[in-house]
């Protein structure tokens, strides 16, 4: 079992930064991790991953180069650094993992997620 819990989100003015944090524990040794997003309406969707490593990360079209995901397996816990954040960003971000060394862009390759931390952008 893998217990995940999320931290950081908030209100945010059009342009600016956030840092989301997500606090693993359980079984957590060799599992990728993964940040993903479900706005209003809209269906879940991926934003960024990791590997177990923290050696290859891989983003989503519209976050790249804006966002940056990282892990410091030594105290479990998974970040986001969000960046030039803008409207489309809003929405509840959620972090998973799965049992696996390497990441996956799919929802379904992730076999724990937590429960979410809102991020709302305004203008």
């Known amino acids: 079992q893998v217990q995940l819990v999320e931290s950081g989100g908030g209100l945010v003015q059009a342009g600016g930064s956030l840092r989301l944090s997500c606090r693993f524990s359980?079984?957590?040794?060799?599992?990728?991790m993964g940040w993903f997003r479900q706005a209003n309406g809209k269906e879940r969707e991926y934003v960024a991953t990791i590997n177990w490593f923290g050696s290859k990360c891989a983003y989503s079209e519209s976050v790249e180069g804006r966002f940056t995901i990282s892990r410091d397996n030594a105290v479990g816990t998974l970040y986001l650094q969000m960046d030039r954040l803008t409207l489309e960003d809003t929405a509840v971000h959620y972090c998973a993992s799965r049992n696996n060394y390497f990441g996956s862009t799919s929802l379904g390759a992730y076999d724990y997620w937590g429960q979410g931390t809102q991020v709302t952008v305004s203008s």
């Open positions: 359980g079984d957590t040794f060799g599992t990728a």
